[in-house]
């Protein structure tokens, strides 16, 4: 912690201006929606309760792992720790921060989530368990077997009545990126060779084999709507030309009006989120045409989502979501990773501490989220307890790495919770207040400084503030001042940028 405000005192001091740009709006009647009662449901335990007060529950997300199988601890850090390169002897058993995670990384996460909280609500685990490497790609085989072990791992350690709710990510397909935009096998298997029929009833089964994609009804009357955001993800060659890809904006519409019709609320869980990386705002995640499709689908039934979790940034962000009249409709939240690999090849990416995230909850509202981190530097130096020195045959006894607390949401951002409401609250205190919102971004790596290039100057808040509220790219664009306001192509890069002034409305 000191170091840390260590770092936080230097960068006021480096770059003390405040600047501000207009908050987005939160209607009257947003507000009132995230504030309703709820109705009487079944719990696990099969009492009764009012939910909307009495019952807080939690639930773990997981996500990005990138288990590399081919890790070594005399691999070449510039080649993702792999051997066959130049060695070396400085890859900790727990990981490098050049690199994907290793086995001992892996469980550990497991572990810690066990011991930290063992009996949660259920399991989001969002996405990309393959590593990025590409010496060779790996391919299917590699894919089921890494899917398989995890999902074998995670069900081993929870019982058997606490759901863990899987989710696609780019880097679960061969070739990456890659997802059919029509239901066929290709779903199935990761239902067989995966493991993950072990996992879902067989009602989320056979919607999971349509393209991906299920609906899970908690019994706390919450809905968890899992979304294969890779059909509509800007790389997945794929799906640039169905109108709707596997269906799924057709079966999310409907199960939306359902959920509208009970008066229930939804957590919307999937990999990739729409818009674009606050680090740096250029590139869409989603094609164009679906990232508006699905932000309006959204929009319009905002009231019914309680919260959007996503991962596949790596980073800790939020986001949200907003009407053409600029009132606020939902929030999303962005999970860090596991794996703490810095992509070089990838601009504005960061290396992060292993991070996991509980998250507490009731049946209409998000109410904070406790963020634990490893201190991988902490972790490889402490790896083995000193023997006695009265005995020197005494065998040497690993010492877990600890997953410390890194902060907790209502607390570190004074929220009374996470609803639309208070984050919208929030985006307004980051742009008028420099102080808080260069906590926010020492969080946004999970602490890890090692790759940032000192505070976030002007230019670098514009990014994060525009990104987070300009979901579709013409408003983001507009925010960002580029003279161009159609979006690139995937790849492209806009060349014209002019610098808004500062007091430009979001």
Same mark, same amino acid.
């Given at each position: 912690?000191?170091?840390?405000?260590?770092?936080?005192?230097?960068f006021?001091? $480096?770059?003390?201006?405040?600047?501000?740009?207009?908050?987005?709006?939160?209607s009257?009647?947003?507000s009132?929606? *995230?504030?309703d009662?709820?109705?009487?449901? &079944?719990?696990?335990d099969?009492?009764?309760?009012?939910?909307? /007060?009495?019952?807080?529950g939690t639930?773990?997300?997981?996500?990005d792992?990138?288990w590399?199988?081919k890790?070594s601890?005399?691999?070449? #850090?510039?080649?993702?720790?792999?051997? =066959?390169?130049?060695?070396?002897?400085s890859?900790?058993?727990? =990981?490098?921060?050049?690199?994907?995670?290793p086995?001992?990384l892996?469980?550990?996460? %497991?572990?810690?989530?066990?011991e930290?909280h063992?009996?949660?609500?259920?399991?989001?685990?969002? !996405?990309?368990? +393959?590593? &990025?490497?590409?010496?060779?790609?790996p391919?299917?085989?590699?894919i089921?077997? /890494?899917v #398989?072990?995890? /999902?074998?791992e995670?069900r081993?350690?929870?019982?058997?009545?606490?759901?863990?709710?899987?989710?696609? !990510?780019? &880097?679960d397909?061969y070739?990456?990126?890659?997802?059919?935009?029509?239901?066929?096998e290709?779903?199935?298997?990761?239902?067989?060779?995966? !493991?993950w029929?072990?996992?879902?009833?067989e009602?989320?089964?056979?919607?999971?084999?349509n393209?991906?994609?299920?609906g899970?009804?908690?019994?706390?009357?919450?809905?968890? %709507?899992?979304?294969?955001?890779?059909?509509?993800? =800007?790389?997945?060659?794929?799906g640039?030309? #169905?109108?709707?890809?596997?269906?799924?904006?057709?079966?999310l519409?409907?199960?939306?009006?359902? +959920?509208q019709?009970?008066?229930s609320?939804v957590?919307?869980?999937?990999?990739?989120?729409?818009?674009?990386?606050?680090?740096?705002?250029?590139?869409p995640?989603?094609n164009d045409?679906?990232n508006?499709?699905?932000?309006? %689908?959204?929009?319009?039934f !905002?009231?019914?989502?309680?919260?959007?979790?996503y =991962?596949?940034?790596?980073?800790d962000?939020?986001?949200?979501? @907003?009407?053409?009249?600029?009132?606020i409709?939902?929030?999303?939240?962005?999970?860090?990773?596991?794996?703490?690999?810095?992509?070089?090849s990838?601009p504005?990416?960061?290396?992060?501490?292993?991070?996991?995230? $509980?998250?507490?909850y009731?049946?209409r509202t998000?109410?904070d989220?406790?963020?634990?981190?490893?201190?991988?530097?902490?972790?490889?130096e402490?790896?083995?307890?000193e023997?006695p020195?009265? *005995? *020197?045959?005494a065998?040497?006894?690993?010492?877990?790495?600890?997953?410390?607390?890194?902060y907790?949401?209502?607390?570190?951002?004074?929220?009374?919770s996470l609803d639309a409401?208070?984050? +919208?609250?929030?985006?307004? @205190?980051?742009?008028?207040d420099n102080?808080?919102f260069?906590?926010?971004?020492l @969080?946004n790596?999970?602490?890890?400084?090692?790759?940032?290039d000192g505070?976030?100057? @002007?230019?670098?808040k514009?990014?994060?503030?525009?990104?987070?509220?300009?979901?579709?790219?013409? *408003?983001?664009?507009?925010?960002?001042?580029y003279?161009?306001y159609?979006?690139?192509?995937?790849?492209?890069?806009?060349?014209?940028?002019?610098?808004?002034?500062?007091?430009?409305? %979001?």
């Amino acid at each position: 912690m000191d170091k840390e405000l260590s770092l936080l005192l230097m960068f006021m001091v $480096l770059w003390p201006g405040i600047w501000s740009l207009s908050p987005p709006k939160v209607s009257e009647e947003d507000s009132v929606a *995230d504030n309703d009662s709820g109705k009487t449901v &079944h719990l696990l335990d099969k009492t009764t309760i009012e939910t909307s /007060t009495a019952y807080e529950g939690t639930f773990w997300q997981i996500t990005d792992i990138h288990w590399d199988h081919k890790y070594s601890q005399q691999g070449d #850090a510039t080649r993702m720790c792999h051997e =066959g390169y130049l060695s070396s002897d400085s890859n900790g058993v727990y =990981g490098n921060y050049l690199c994907d995670s290793p086995w001992p990384l892996v469980k550990s996460a %497991l572990e810690a989530m066990v011991e930290i909280h063992n009996k949660p609500d259920f399991i989001l685990w969002t !996405g990309d368990n +393959a590593p &990025h490497t590409d010496d060779p790609e790996p391919d299917f085989t590699v894919i089921f077997q /890494t899917v #398989a072990n995890i /999902t074998g791992e995670l069900r081993s350690r929870f019982q058997e009545s606490i759901p863990i709710l899987p989710v696609l !990510g780019n &880097h679960d397909a061969y070739p990456r990126d890659n997802f059919p935009v029509a239901g066929d096998e290709f779903y199935g298997q990761y239902l067989s060779k995966g !493991g993950w029929s072990s996992l879902l009833p067989e009602d989320a089964q056979q919607e999971f084999r349509n393209g991906g994609y299920y609906g899970y009804e908690l019994p706390t009357g919450v809905t968890v %709507l899992v979304v294969n955001t890779n059909l509509y993800y =800007g790389k997945n060659p794929l799906g640039i030309k #169905a109108d709707d890809p596997c269906g799924q904006f057709a079966w999310l519409r409907k199960r939306l009006e359902t +959920a509208q019709k009970k008066n229930s609320k939804v957590i919307i869980a999937a990999h990739a989120p729409p818009g674009y990386f606050e680090r740096l705002a250029i590139i869409p995640y989603f094609n164009d045409t679906y990232n508006e499709a699905y932000v309006d %689908l959204l929009n319009e039934f !905002g009231t019914v989502i309680m919260a959007q979790i996503y =991962g596949h940034e790596h980073t800790d962000s939020f986001k949200l979501f @907003r009407s053409p009249k600029g009132d606020i409709k939902s929030a999303a939240f962005m999970a860090p990773s596991v794996t703490p690999c810095y992509r070089r090849s990838i601009p504005g990416k960061v290396a992060v501490n292993p991070s996991l995230r $509980l998250y507490l909850y009731n049946s209409r509202t998000l109410l904070d989220y406790t963020q634990y981190n490893l201190d991988l530097t902490v972790a490889n130096e402490l790896l083995y307890e000193e023997k006695p020195i009265y *005995d *020197d045959m005494a065998e040497l006894e690993v010492v877990k790495p600890e997953w410390d607390v890194y902060y907790r949401a209502r607390e570190a951002y004074g929220l009374k919770s996470l609803d639309a409401v208070n984050m +919208a609250q929030l985006y307004r @205190r980051l742009m008028s207040d420099n102080r808080l919102f260069q906590e926010y971004y020492l @969080r946004n790596s999970g602490g890890y400084t090692r790759f940032l290039d000192g505070p976030c100057d @002007r230019d670098c808040k514009m990014h994060f503030m525009c990104s987070m509220v300009n979901i579709k790219s013409r *408003d983001l664009d507009k925010c960002m001042g580029y003279i161009d306001y159609d979006t690139p192509k995937v790849g492209a890069q806009k060349p014209q940028h002019i610098k808004p002034e500062l007091n430009e409305e %979001l």
